[in-house]
């Protein structure tokens, strides 16, 4: 074994391990072949029989480092990503119409407070002057006897039908009414309606005989046969009015 030998290639295989090994990450084809060589060296050096006097060779000057070839570029195959699907057709739909708008209706105007009419002025009667007792006219005759006779009630019916009266004009009905306008005031309602005024303000009913005979019994011959009985009953609802 030639030892020197020996010893140089170990020295070799030393530093080129330790080289390596501090740069593991770009170890190359090269360094390995590189290492692999100095092993057969070692064993060729181990199983030589040359005297170990010879003297050793100059070591070899390392191979010059050729630096590793640039990595082929690896073409990646980008395969084509076929393009999205088209979005789906939305068909438009119509916006429904806008409800119809609905005007309120205007509120009612207020309701307009008619003031009352005023009141008619009161209608002035003109009040007769007081009668004064005067002989009646020769024209009426005896039939005032007739007319303003005072019979007296012996019958309770006729008692109750002789009771006194407030007001003329609220107690003659309205067919008795007709009948006495018609017959004793020749169908004249004013003259009606003017005698049971000045009738109602009279206090005694010898007052109303006088007011009577000198503006109406004559006038309208109430002392006829024909109108004498009408006349008589109304003399003697007139006469209740002063009880």
Do not use: C
């Not at 006219?137 to 407030?166: N, T, V, Y």
């Not at 067919?175 to 018609?182: A, H, I, K």
């Amino acid at each position: 074994m030639d030892f020197q030998k020996a010893k140089i290639y170990l020295d070799k295989l030393h530093r080129e391990f330790n080289r390596m090994s501090k740069d593991q990450e770009n170890i190359v084809r090269l360094d390995v072949d590189i290492l692999a060589s100095y092993v057969r060296e070692l064993y060729d050096a181990i199983l030589s029989e040359a005297n170990t006097s010879v003297p050793a060779p100059k070591p070899e000057p390392a191979p010059a480092r050729v630096a590793p070839p640039a990595p082929t570029p690896v073409v990646e195959v980008v395969k084509e990503t076929p393009p999205p699907p088209p979005p789906p057709v939305v068909e438009e739909v119509p916006a429904p119409p806008p409800p119809p708008v609905v005007e309120a209706p205007p509120p009612p105007p207020p309701p307009v407070v008619q003031a009352p009419p005023p009141p008619p002025p009161p209608v002035e009667v003109e009040k007769p002057a007081p009668a004064v007792k005067v002989s009646p006219p020769a024209a009426a005759g005896a039939g005032l006897d007739l007319l303003f006779e005072e019979k007296q009630a012996k019958e309770l019916s006729e008692k109750l039908a002789e009771s006194a009266i407030a007001d003329l004009k609220k107690a003659i009905a309205l067919n008795d009414r007709l009948l006495y306008t018609s017959e004793l005031f020749a169908g004249d309602g004013k003259a009606f309606e003017n005698a049971l005024n000045a009738l109602n303000d009279f206090s005694h009913f010898d007052q109303a005989r006088d007011y009577l005979i000198h503006n109406y019994v004559v006038h309208y011959t109430w002392t006829d046969k024909k109108r004498l009985d009408t006349a008589k009953a109304f003399v003697k609802l007139v006469r209740r009015r002063y009880k």
